[in-house]
């Protein structure tokens, strides 16, 4: 594990030298003694274990105020507990929709202060994303969210992961399914997207501000009924 951290910090040297003017912050940082920084974040997590019948279905926390409530109506009366990833500045704007997520028995976590596009942000710049996100979540859950996930990009890089390590997180969560909700298309489509290729510990993308994804969330259920398929948290679906 020491020498794939080594590489990992070899990578993001590299990735910051790559980078232009932040080389200097970012790289004289990891020029430091390991006792004097925070270790990365590990590989990001794509899924589940593949031999428990069950899935998370994880919302990009954002958008419209009422539309999330109606996903998350729907999510409580079909007893299947969400993981919302949170936009700090979501959160900071309406005070009490934080709590509302946890107190409907789901998961909330961190995804940024401003949902930039993380992968092309310095590192001073992907710290001060990720530490404000937890910030928001802590003054308003009271709670700096167990899981992040990066705003913009399925998959991390070093500067992300470096980030979110400085920041407590041991993981970026992404997904291995991808709803597209966010292109809007119909929720038969938003559906399909979801069944052709959903299975054992998949993590599901799926967004709060978009109206389809209120019709289509009824229809998931129900298909991973079907398949007896649970959705449960992302802390339940990768608990050891
Ligand atoms: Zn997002």
């Known amino acids: 594990m020491q020498d794939s951290g080594r590489d990992e ?20 940082e990891f020029l430091l003694p390991s006792s004097a920084m925070a270790a990365s974040a590990g590989a990001d997590i794509y899924h589940g ?7 998370a279905l994880t919302f990009h926390g ?3 105020l009422s539309i999330a409530r109606k996903i998350l109506a729907i999510a409580k009366k079909d007893q299947a507990p969400i993981t919302v990833m949170a936009i700090g500045i979501w959160l900071n704007s309406n005070s009490t929709i934080g709590q509302e997520i946890i107190d409907a028995g789901n998961e909330i976590g ?10 092309t942000l310095s590192l001073k ?29 399925q998959k991390s890089n070093g500067i992300i992961r470096a980030a979110a390590g400085a920041s407590g ?35 599901v993308s799926l967004h709060l501000g978009h109206s389809h994804t209120v019709t289509a969330l009824p229809l998931i ?9 649970a959705p449960v948290t992302i802390s339940e679906l990768l608990r050891a």
């Open 49 to 55: 274990s593949r031999l428990r019948a069950e899935v």
């Open 9 to 28: 910090r070899a990578i993001t040297r590299r990735a910051l030298l790559l980078g232009g003017s932040a080389v200097i912050v970012g790289a004289s």
């Open 169 to 203: 997180y041991a993981h970026c969560i992404s997904y291995d399914v991808d709803s597209r909700d966010y292109q809007d298309p119909p929720a038969k489509t938003i559906l399909s997207n979801v069944t052709k290729s959903i299975q054992n510990g998949s993590i």
């Open 110 to 119: 961190n995804h940024t202060l401003n949902h930039k596009t993380m992968t």
């Open 221 to 229: 259920l129900q298909a991973l009924a079907d398949r007896k398929l």
């Open 62 to 64: 954002g958008g419209d």
């Open 125 to 153: 710049e992907a710290k001060y994303e990720i530490s404000k996100g937890k910030l928001a979540l802590a003054n308003l859950v009271g709670s700096t969210g167990r899981w992040f996930r990066p705003s913009g990009t």
